[in-house]
């Protein structure tokens, strides 16, 4: 079952789905992913972690609109033309965009929008949004391995939250909270399967190492 998965086979197969069927998320299981947001970490331990669960028609439409904003405005011609990336090949690249444009037209269907806040409990300062990102991405990652491990799909996008304002009015939010990211969440029309990552010898240095190529280059 896949509540029976270990931690490390959730982690290396948490793969961002984008292609969500309609059908209803349960209850008990949208319950389960804040459950598993908010034991993670944050800064004092305030707790500031607030989720949305957007499930009404009309406000899914206001997210949708804004996320389609997004989209074309960030893939731009690549949505004809998706081009590569130095870290993707082109077809994995036109797959990835593929399936964020079948996301920008389908995103009022699914079932699920979960939007990630952070609560200030006073009036939110730019200093205070930015100083948000450390509290707020933990508990992000903590749901979408919460959302594998129970069999749903979800994939993190702040594309749909370009607009501060737009979203605050959508959402009815006050003057005390922000939005960070929204997470699509409904049950996958693919398959789950291994991420593809760069390697520990790619991404981890030693102090000295670090250390010897600054020395190279200076």
């Known amino acids: ?17 984008r292609l969500l069927d309609t059908r209803e998320v349960e209850e008990e299981k949208l319950v389960k992913l804040i459950e598993a947001a908010n034991q993670a970490p944050s800064g004092s331990n305030m707790q500031g972690a607030r989720w949305i669960i957007v499930r009404e028609s009309a406000v899914k439409q206001k997210l949708a609109e804004l996320n389609r904003k997004g989209v074309e ?3 731009g011609n690549q949505i004809q033309n998706p081009g590569s990336l130095p870290h993707q090949n082109k077809d994995k690249r036109g797959r990835m965009v593929d399936a964020v444009v079948w996301q920008k037209d389908h995103m009022h269907e699914i079932p699920a929008l979960i939007v990630a806040c952070m609560d200030f409990g006073v009036e939110a300062t730019p200093a205070m949004r930015a100083g948000g990102n450390g509290s ?4 992000i990652q903590n749901l979408l391995l919460a959302a594998r491990a129970l069999g749903l799909g979800a994939a993190p996008t702040t594309l749909a939250l ?14 005390t909270m922000a939005a ?6 409904g049950y996958p029309l693919g398959k789950f399967g291994p991420v593809t990552r760069k390697s520990v010898e790619e991404t981890a240095a030693s102090v000295i190492k670090i250390y010897e190529i600054y020395k190279e280059n200076v």
Not at 162 to 175: F, K
Not at 180 to 185: A, R, S, T
């Open 73 to 75: 405005g960030y893939l």
């Open 162 to 175: 370009m607009d501060p304002e737009a979203v605050a009015d959508a959402l009815g939010l006050p003057n």
């Open 180 to 185: 960070y990211c929204l997470i699509p969440v």
């Open 1 to 17: 079952m896949a509540e029976e998965m270990g931690l490390f086979e959730v982690i290396y197969n948490c793969r961002a789905m």
């Open 136 to 139: 707020i991405w933990p508990g």
